[in-house]
């Protein structure tokens, strides 16, 4: 093939030939997995965490009234598209519909949790501009919570601190309600992510890509329980891609430098911060492979003058 064949096969599928772990949970896998396989990646799926609903029993008195009560809350918050989903989730466990939030006022994280309100016909008033994670949150809500302002947090288990304790530090009152839980899969791996931890063990993969600091514990977890020796030493001979800087600092604590991360904290910043990191590799390679081609070989300006 002429090389200019190549880069526009390149420019139509930029991940073609490369490898990629995705370590999400299987039931959130799909929709990443679908992104990297359309620029002509092939998926390697290698779960590391599980995403499940909160156990609440229908006798639960408490949580029966706090959902009956949800009105009263100046603001509902939703850190994630699991805290929509399970937040929905509970209230039709306690057979209460969406339309009890009606004249809630919604705060989301980013656009993705808007858009999984908007799945339920209801809208997000507020969402940070920029940074989709607790921070951006406060930035955008310092201005409208004052003392007294009622606000529910609907998140998960591993949810960080920093939201309810700087809310309530500005007076208002806050509840936390866990509506799912992240656990680690990091059992005996069987099949198909046997094999993939096989390949990873021998550096047969491309990229590794985490989505949260979950999946990076779940990961090393995964490889120590499944007799994989020294999996710092591993990942740290393999590019490593991540979602932001909260995995990116996850990273660093257990030993190991991203090689990417993405400008703003959604799948897809992650997958184009993915893109041009190959596109930078592919330039260096061809520079590298054209100075080792005679002069009689070159090929011409015209067809190479981007390099």
């Known amino acids: 093939m002429r090389i200019?064949?190549?880069?526009?096969?390149?420019?139509?599928?930029p991940l073609f030939g490369m490898k990629i772990a995705v370590t999400r949970s299987r039931t959130q896998m799909k929709q990443f997995a679908d992104m990297?396989?359309?620029?002509?990646?092939?998926?390697c799926p290698l779960p590391t965490i599980d995403i499940k609903k909160f156990q609440y029993s229908e006798q639960d008195q408490a949580i029966r009234m706090l959902l009956q009560s949800v009105a009263e809350?100046?603001?509902?918050?939703?850190?994630?598209?699991?805290?929509?989903r399970y937040f929905m989730e509970l209230l039709a466990q306690f057979s209460m519909e969406s339309t009890k939030l009606a004249n809630v006022k919604l705060a989301a994280v980013g656009p993705q949790t808007a858009k999984e309100l908007e799945s339920y016909q209801l809208t997000a008033g507020l969402q940070p501009i920029a940074c989709y994670q607790a921070e951006g949150l406060l930035d955008a809500l310092k201005d409208k919570i004052g003392i007294g302002s009622k606000v529910l947090l609907a998140r998960?288990?591993?949810?960080?601190?920093?939201?309810?304790?700087?809310?309530?530090?500005w007076g208002a009152e806050v509840k936390d309600l866990i509506v799912?839980?992240?656990?680690?899969?990091?059992g005996q791996a069987s099949g198909e992510?046997?094999?993939i931890l096989q390949e990873l063990a021998a550096g047969q993969l491309d990229m590794v890509t985490f989505t949260s600091s979950s999946t990076v514990t779940g990961l090393l977890e995964l490889m120590s329980n499944n007799g994989l020796i020294d999996p710092i030493r591993i990942l740290s001979t393999i590019p490593l891609a991540s979602i932001g800087p909260l995995t990116s600092a996850t990273l660093q604590e257990k030993g190991l430098v991203p090689a990417i991360e993405a400008k703003q904290s959604t799948l897809a910043h992650l997958l184009q911060a993915i893109v041009l990191y190959c596109e930078r590799l592919?330039?260096?390679?061809?520079?590298?492979?054209?100075?080792?081609?005679s002069p009689n070989n070159m090929i011409s300006k015209e067809?190479?003058?981007?390099?």
């Open 36 to 43: 990297i396989e359309e620029l002509g990646g092939t998926v």
């Open 303 to 307: 067809e190479g003058e981007h390099l």
């Open 180 to 186: 799912y839980e992240t656990v680690a899969a990091s």
């Open 73 to 84: 809350y100046d603001w509902l918050v939703f850190t994630s598209v699991n805290g929509v």
């Open 156 to 169: 998960g288990n591993l949810a960080r601190s920093i939201l309810p304790d700087t809310l309530s530090s």
């Open 282 to 293: 592919d330039a260096v390679a061809s520079v590298c492979q054209c100075k080792q081609i």
């Open 4 to 13: 200019n064949e190549q880069e526009r096969n390149i420019n139509r599928h």
């Open 193 to 195: 992510r046997a094999e």
